[in-house]
Nanobody, 121 residues
């Protein structure tokens, strides 16, 4: 069974930094896109950043220049370095991955359990 496990959320003051990590585990053949989404109270879930297996990245306009997404060499772990955090970045951050498991080779979209990021003013 393939799953995503996130870590790194917490409370930080405005202007501070946090790094979120998300690791995929299980019987994995390949992972194409990995990324981060967030959902603030009363709002819809939105894309924060994503990265393909060949390193192409895509960022939401609200985080461009402040957040950096990356993947490790095994390509099963994705990170997002969040700098110059603002109160409006407060949300639950969810990891997402498009996975092909080695058990059945059927495309699977996975979500992590979410990690809370709170930015105080």
């Amino acid at each position: 069974q393939v799953q995503l496990v996130e870590s790194g959320g917490g409370l930080v003051q405005a202007g501070g930094s946090l790094r979120l990590s998300c690791s995929a585990s299980g019987s994995i053949f390949s992972i194409n896109i990995m990324g981060w989404y967030r959902q603030a109270p009363g709002k819809q879930r939105e894309l924060v950043a994503r990265i393909t297996s060949d390193g192409r990245t895509d960022y939401a306009d609200a985080v461009k220049g402040r957040f950096t997404i990356s993947r490790d060499n095994s390509k099963t772990t994705v990170y997002v370095e969040m700098n110059s955090l603002k109160p409006e970045d407060t949300a639950v951050y969810y990891c997402h991955a498009a996975v092909i498991p080695s058990t059945n080779y059927r495309y699977l979209e996975l979500w992590g359990q979410g990690t809370l990021v709170t930015v105080s003013s």
